[in-house]
């Protein structure tokens, strides 16, 4: 598959300004997910070196349309043929990554998907020893949760769930940063085939793509 980065510039809440293609990041294989911090650091998701690596998440620096400087995401891959990560969401300070982590079949489709968190040391990430504590509430056994998108505070986090053929966004919160996420509940007022969820930069918004017929359409949601 070859998907490619493309970029807008904010014009209002419902008013893009197409750019064009990123610079530096798009190559033959898939390149998607793309997610940023404050300081321009870049992430993206990539096939381009799995069949070497094992290892999909990169990151670079961010300007004007183009990322140079592109680089695997150090500490987040365990390097195991099978395993793919295949989302990733940079929390707005660059401290933290959430990143979802799956075991895929011969045939190339993914049987389980759970997201998990690695955190920035100043050198590389450090895979959360309390990933599983911490998304206790939010991954399940028989369903796939993927496409994370963490609040500037660290205390809400959308995610998309997969029951069965239908997937539908969801948001759980806590107290702290050092507490568990509650049960997640689902976004009502989000129906039909919908994933991606992303937040505004002020959060009283929420962007997601949304199945219509043979396209998916950046739909958005408010709230006070």
């Not at 690596?53 to 400087?69: E, H, K, L, P």
């Not at 966004?169 to 507490?179: C, E, I, P």
């Not at 994933?195 to 017929?213: A, F, I, N, V």
């Amino acid at each position: 598959m070859n998907t490619n980065l493309h970029w807008a510039e904010r014009i209002d809440d419902l008013t893009f300004q197409y750019k064009g293609e990123i610079g530096g990041v798009n190559t033959t294989k898939l390149e998607g997910v793309a997610s940023m911090d404050r300081n321009g650091v870049f992430y993206f998701v990539s096939t381009r070196s799995y069949d070497l690596t094992a290892s999909t998440i990169y990151r670079g620096s961010f300007d004007n349309g183009t990322v140079t400087g592109v680089e695997l995401a150090p500490g987040v891959s365990t390097a195991t043929p099978g395993i793919v990560n295949f989302d990733a969401e940079i929390s707005p300070d660059g401290r933290t990554l959430y990143f979802v982590e799956s075991k895929f079949s011969a045939s190339g489709q993914p049987q389980t998907a759970d997201i998990l968190i690695a955190t920035w040391n100043g050198s590389t990430f450090v895979r959360d020893s309390n990933s599983t504590t911490t998304m206790k509430q939010v991954n399940t056994s028989k369903n796939l949760e993927y496409a994370p998108a963490i609040s500037s505070s660290g205390l809400e986090l959308f995610f998309t769930r997969l029951e069965g053929s239908s997937p539908a966004l969801y948001v759980a919160s806590r107290t702290d940063t050092s507490s568990p996420f509650v049960t997640p509940r689902k976004i009502q007022a989000v129906t039909g085939f919908v994933e991606g969820p992303t937040l505004s930069p002020d959060e009283k918004s929420l962007y997601y793509h949304k199945r219509e017929g043979d396209l998916f359409v950046i739909h958005r949601v408010t709230r006070p």
